[in-house]
T-cell receptor
């Protein structure tokens, strides 16, 4: 069974800190990995998409890395802000089915 | 970027009635769309894959007669919750895209059955 695990489940940090969210997966044949943000009661917003052939992607204060061989991805958030408070979900695209396999998410709270 | 519109955002219905949720891809043609259900403080659970012009593919444990999916055009998929009961109350989200380009999600529909 393909699984995606996100650690930690919840994180609370003071404003301005740099932080790392972790995502691990068991499927060695992932197509790509996508990081999403979800605000309470809202849909998902795509943050970064890393293809299996890539090592990292950057967008503003966000940087996502992918180590396919070890089954890990990290989302780095620089200089965190209260507006970054949300649940962050990672998901990988399955090469076999085309479906997204989701982790359980990390709920981030950035305190002013 | 790709835009997916989902309506309604909230709906309250009486037990025993049916509710239809629409998912539209606004700027691209989506031969495949996905429907998810999300329980409070949990991740997304894939319910079914909606295929344009053919029958939807349901995940194990999802009642296809309860959750009717229609994907009649390349830009619209609908999910109808039939004979809704309070246990069907949940947050439903659709997505569209391709595995190689990534997926875009709708804003979700909060269904409350009273």
């Amino acid at each position: 069974k393909q699984e995606v695990t996100q650690i930690p489940a919840a994180l609370s940090v003071p404003e301005g800190e740099n932080l790392v969210l972790n995502c691990s997966f068991t499927d060695s044949a992932i197509y790509n990995l996508q990081w999403f943000r979800q605000d309470p009661g809202k849909g998902l917003t795509s943050l970064l998409l890393i293809q299996s052939s890539q090592r990292e992607q950057t967008s503003g204060r966000l940087n996502a890395s992918l180590d396919k061989s070890s089954g890990r991805s990290t989302l780095y958030i620089a200089a965190s802000q209260p507006g970054d408070s949300a649940t962050y979900l990672c998901a990988h695209g399955s090469s076999n089915t085309g479906k997204l396999i989701f982790g359980q998410g990390t709920t981030l709270q950035v305190k002013p | 970027g790709a835009v997916v519109s989902q309506h309604p955002s909230r709906v309250i219905c009486k037990s025993g009635t049916s509710v239809k949720i629409e998912c539209r891809s606004l700027d691209f043609q989506a031969t495949t769309m996905f429907w998810y259900r999300q329980f409070p403080k949990q991740s997304l659970m894939l319910m079914a894959t909606s295929n344009e012009g053919s029958k939807a593919t349901y995940e194990q444990g999802v009642e296809k007669d309860k959750f009717l999916i229609n994907h009649a055009s390349l830009t619209l998929s609908t999910l109808t919750v039939t004979s809704a009961h309070p246990e069907d109350s949940s947050f439903y989200i659709c997505s569209a895209g391709r595995v190689d380009y990534g997926y875009t999600f709708g804003s979700g529909t909060r269904l409350t059955v009273v």
